[in-house]
């Protein structure tokens, strides 16, 4: 059974740091198309970073360009947000995102973590 649990979400001040981790079960995020997802209040799950499968190279969507950075640590089968200068438009639920390709691709999410920006 596969299984993605998230942490580390929480209340922090704008321009505030926090790390986001998601420890997988069942699935192996070394080799594997790892992404971290959000989703703000009455708005689309957006993707906010990735990481290839065949190597650690790492895609951001605009907005987080260098303040979020996606790692993985492939001993401890966990992947890493680490968030930096935080605003308050980054106050979302933050999603792990785990593609497997068996004979199709299959995607595992965990549950999520709310991260909320407010002074």
């Known amino acids: 059974q596969v299984q993605l649990v998230e942490s580390g979400g929480g209340l922090v001040q704008p321009g505030g740091s926090l790390r986001l981790s998601c420890t997988a079960s069942?699935?192996?995020?070394?080799?594997?198309?790892v992404t971290w997802y959000r989703q703000a209040p009455g708005k689309e799950r957006e993707r906010v970073a990735n990481?290839?499968?065949?190597?650690?190279?790492?895609s951001y969507v605009d907005s987080v360009k260098g303040r979020f950075t996606i790692s993985r640590d492939n001993a401890k089968n966990t992947v890493y947000l680490q968030m930096n200068s935080l605003k308050s438009e980054d106050t979302a639920v933050y999603f792990c995102?785990?593609?497997?390709?068996?004979?199709?691709?299959?995607?595992?999410w965990g549950q999520g973590t709310q991260v909320t920006v407010s002074s």
């Open positions: 995102n785990v593609m497997v390709f068996a004979t199709d691709w299959v995607a595992y």
């Open positions: 069942g699935v192996t995020v070394s080799g594997n198309f």
């Open positions: 990481m290839g499968y065949t190597d650690d190279s790492t």
